[in-house]
């Protein structure tokens, strides 16, 4: 079994031998600042009650108040709760936006929920971790299975028992303030233009600097994606609308290829329709094991954690990894990767398009502005080309791979802030 957290450790293990990182930080640095289990009950439409298990893991705030997302899923752990957090940490730091990492999570299958049911655990769920919330404390965002309606509910609850407190106590709530708690909300609630595609977006600036970088020409390149979710779908529409010959995607059930390029639209307008991809026919299936091992130039993982461990990592032909998943690779696979002489691109790097544009939203928010679409998409793409390119350099100054060239520039700038606190 692949343990998300054991995996975040030994990159953070690895990193901190090349920074020469003293014993105390490190062990700091291991755990989260503070990790907390919920249990709430919720009524169900059948008229039962039931309960739910989450978690909200603050890993570091040294560099501001924690930020991440929360995810619902049956997959949910203690374990991959930490360790996103932790990525969390490194994300933001080397996407240059002054907050700290942290995560959340409700073990729940969505597909079995109804709409009320969904929304009665949003708010249970926030009854059960606002104390630890806040605007200038811990600001989650949508992850896995989560949406800005669902950050709708989230803003709503949270709104609601501020007022309440505030009543009690006679101070006055900013609602400005308040609705920064959350990000990922939908723009006509405050959200921001652009942050839907965020991420996906930030990985086609990375991949279209990579073409730059290694001389890659568009219709020449042929893209394997992973997934067909928010990050994958928009990552996958966006490159083939560049010209980049996007020849795959998946769901969790199913996986289709057209070598020739698939038509983004056309299969997902069919997945909505069926719920899978299977039986689509301007493509033929294959599995999502396969779809990892094709020969295509740049692969991207942009599902779920550990697809490519140490039983396939010899396997995997690419030339290049996008890892728009959080830790779809585990150390042991990377390991391999990098002898295999694959570039890879990390999640922490790769992925962080999104809490850059919750960063603008919550500027936003702040200031009672409202940002055009244009102007959050240039500001995106300086920040994370700077920060491809920061890590790109450091790869080379180090002679080591990406992931510790992105991972030198964050863990340094987090320990410098804890430094600066004691
Ligand atoms: N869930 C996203 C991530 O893993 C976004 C987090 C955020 O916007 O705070 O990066």
Known sequence: MNDPYKNAVKQLERVSEILRLDKSSLDRLKVPDKFLEVNFTVKMDDGSVRTFKGFRSQHNNARGPYKGGIRFSTEVSESEVKALSMWMSWKCAIADIPLGGGKGGVIAETKDLSEGELERISRAYVRAIHEIIGPDKDIPAPDMYTTPEIMSWMVDEFIKIKNEECKVNSCECKKNDLIATFTGKPVENGGSEGRTEATGLGGIYILERLAEKEGLKPAETTVAVQGSGNVGYYFARLASELGFKVITLSDSKSAIINKEGLDIEDATKYKESKGSFAGYT???????????????????????????????????????????????????????????????????????????????????????????????????????????????????EFKTDMRMGAYILAVKKVVDAMKEIK
């Open 282 to 396: 301007n493509a033929q299936g294959i599995s999502n094991a396969e779809l990892l091992e094709l020969a295509v130039d740049v692969l991207v993982p942009g599902a779920i954690e550990n697809v490519i461990t140490d039983e396939n990592a010899q396997n995997i032909k690419a030339k290049y990894i996008i890892e728009m998943a959080n830790g779809p690779i585990t150390p042991e696979a990377d390991e391999v990767l990098n002898k295999k002489g694959i570039i890879v691109v990390p999640d922490v790097l790769a992925n962080s398009g999104g809490v850059t544009v919750s960063y603008f939203e919550w500027l936003q928010n702040r200031a009672g502005e409202k940002w055009e679409k244009d102007d959050v998409f240039a500001k995106l793409k300086g920040k994370i080309v700077s920060a491809f390119d920061q890590s790109w350099d450091a790869m080379k």
